[in-house]
Nanobody, 124 residues
Framework: QVRLEESGGGLVQAGGSLRLSCKFS????????MAWFRRILTKEREFVAA????????LYARSVEGRAAIFRNNAKQMVVLQMDNMKPDETAVYYC?????????????????WGQGTQVTVSS
């Protein structure tokens, strides 16, 4: 059974950096393309970043492009999201997600494995 567990959330100062990790448990990690989403208050869950199964390509939401980086370590079965210059309105629960496939998707319905989420609060 595949399981995802996020870590690294907490309090971040506005303008500071965030680093989230997602640990994949189970088999077949290399078959999964992975992504990060976030849910801000009562809004819809929104796409942040995705990475291809082999780590050779990435996709970012326009709102984070240029200050976010997603990367993966297939040997350690981990995915990391690094974001700089965090803003208070990016306070959200951040989720790690995966699906078996080679492309990168920015729609949450395409992902069938999800972590529990980790709360990130950006203070002004």
């Amino acid at each position: 059974q595949v399981r995802l567990e996020e870590s690294g959330g907490g309090l971040v100062q506005a303008g500071g950096s965030l680093r989230l990790s997602c640990k994949f448990s189970g088999s077949g990690f290399k078959s999964y393309s992975m992504a990060w989403f976030r849910r801000i208050l009562t809004k819809e869950r929104e796409f942040v970043a995705a990475i291809r199964w082999d780590g050779e390509d990435t996709l970012y939401a326009r709102s984070v492009e240029g200050r976010a980086a997603i990367f993966r370590n297939n040997a350690k079965q981990m995915v990391v999201l690094q974001m700089d210059n965090m803003k208070p309105d990016e306070t959200a629960v951040y989720y790690c997600a995966g699906y078996i496939g080679r492309g990168m998707r920015d729609v949450d319905e395409d992902y069938d494995v999800w972590g529990q989420g980790t709360q990130v609060t950006v203070s002004s």
